[in-house]
């Protein structure tokens, strides 16, 4: 829980009041510390104190409760579910047991895969995502102990979720929620839970947003879960990419053109709003928005006073401080918060983000319940052009290809971008493909080029780039557009094959052997 008396404490309280015997005084009071303790992310001192608990009050309804919220805390939902109903007879113990019992449904099936610092579960199907997930978070934990001074006191359990439904089960949130806003991913009850990229319509930037939620965990973990949800966001935002770039500002062209349009038209997102979660937002625009509000924000203090600064607000917040407070005296000048707003207007009006006629913002959406039950890649076909006649194109020189037709294909394409409005990234990866099916590679480079760019959570652009590059003879330039296809969509076999290809042209070395095979595995096991 982020705010206020947690569901756990409020349980201990009712059962303490319900019984009133005065010679369970001592275990009340010990069970709440506890309890409490872990809902502070202090995870060590509640582990001591309830294995003193347990020495001392064994076997009664709230040390079981208590180790019961320890294990679902711990990602043990069996031993959780177990003593939860152990304790039953004697606490009201139905909200945390409908919880637990919920995410170890989530998980029926799944895979496990351990790291130095998590633990991660996944469906099978979903198998290739492991090792990258556990590098990924690896290289951010690294950053985020340099960055913010945190380090894993246990091991941190990561779910990968099937469907929108299993997202909501496990984090209170409804199905609605999560679809409205395109919710893909969670840090909440000492755990990092995640939407698989099969779910959403275009895949999404999951290693992205599994650094995101990491960073979640260390700000909850180092101010004790003291932080509101805007600067947490901000925060998170702000240091999501730094398992594989330095600290800064990055906003993607759709953040910028949101952020853009909201200055505008003065109608951003109040930090007040973005509480009790960005998920309550009422559209995934809004929460995007939000996003971009937030991480200028903390790219403001950042460029005010580095690192340090970052580390100073989350001291001053766990010993207390109210977060604005502490943002606006780690920023300087008076320390008043009326001059950090002031300066963090004219920092987001001096980036000169502009608005793109014609663009369409991208924000994560859910494929449609049949596809997403049907277990099936992303595929580039689901997005559609919207504007009349670009779908008549499309399917024309889809028709073409299929027929080997490929010079007639690509006539139809080029006049379907010329009116696809936003989906013209789609005939620009069109174009790519029959022109690399014509042997023209620097063709298909020109093709995809803008819509990497305007594009860059679109995981087909990269991917035609890279086999574009390596057609080239380029295997090392084709690697980072082909890794940042995978970053986006790792279930389609092309990257991994192009992958696996491409390593075979580095020189040799362990490293790149390494992931040789590790590509050569994935596009085997993906059916190529």
Partial sequence: ???????????????????????????????????????????????????????????????????????????????????????????????????????????????????????????????????????????????????????????????????????????????????????????????????????????????????????????????????????????????????????????????????????????????????????????AEDASLAFAEVTTAIALLFTSGGMPALRNVLSMIALGADARMAVARAYGGSGTWAEFEKAWRAFMTAQHYKVIPGFEALSPKYRKSGAVAARRAPVEDEATPERAGAERFLRLGNMLLQRGRVRAASAEYEKGAKGAGPAYWLFSVKLGRSYLAMGLADRALQAVASAQALYPEVPWPHLIAGEALLAKGDAAGAVAPLLASLAANPFDPSVHCSLAEAYKKLPFDAATTNKRQRAERDCRALGR
């Fill in 1 to 283: 829980m982020k705010r206020g008396v947690s569901l756990a404490v409020m349980v201990l309280a009712l059962a303490a009041t319900i019984s009133g015997v005065a010679d369970e005084v001592i275990n009340v009071e010990e069970s709440e510390t506890v309890v409490r303790l872990y809902d502070q992310w202090r995870f060590q001192d509640a582990d001591r104190m309830l294995a003193e608990l347990e020495k001392t009050h064994p076997g009664e309804a709230r040390t079981l409760y208590a180790r019961g919220y320890e294990r679902f805390l711990s990602g043990d939902y069996p031993a959780a579910v177990a003593k939860l109903k152990a304790a039953e007879a004697g606490m009201p113990v139905k909200e945390l047991l409908l919880l637990a019992e919920g995410a170890q449904k989530s998980i029926e099936g799944h895979q496990e895969r351990r790291s130095a610092h998590f633990v991660i579960r996944f469906p099978p199907e979903d198998a290739v995502m492991a090792d990258y997930a556990l590098d990924a978070l690896e290289a951010a934990a690294a950053a985020l102990q340099n960055d913010l001074g945190f380090v894993p006191t246990r091991p941190i359990p990561v779910d990968i979720l099937r469907s929108p439904a299993d997202l909501a089960l496990v984090t209170a949130l409804s199905t609605d929620e999560v679809e409205r806003t395109g919710t893909i991913a969670v840090s909440k009850w000492g755990r990092i839970m995640l939407s698989t990229p099969r779910a959403m319509r275009l895949g999404y930037a999951w290693l992205d947003s599994l650094s995101h939620e990491l960073v979640h965990y260390a700000v909850a973990s180092v101010t004790h879960d003291r932080t509101p949800v805007w600067l947490q966001e901000g925060l998170a935002k702000f240091l999501e990419h730094r398992w594989r770039d330095p600290p800064g500002l990055a906003l993607t062209p759709s953040l910028q053109h949101l952020l853009a349009k909201g200055l505008a038209t003065h109608k951003l997102i109040s930090f007040d709003a973005m509480h009790p979660s960005m998920a309550k937002l009422p559209r």
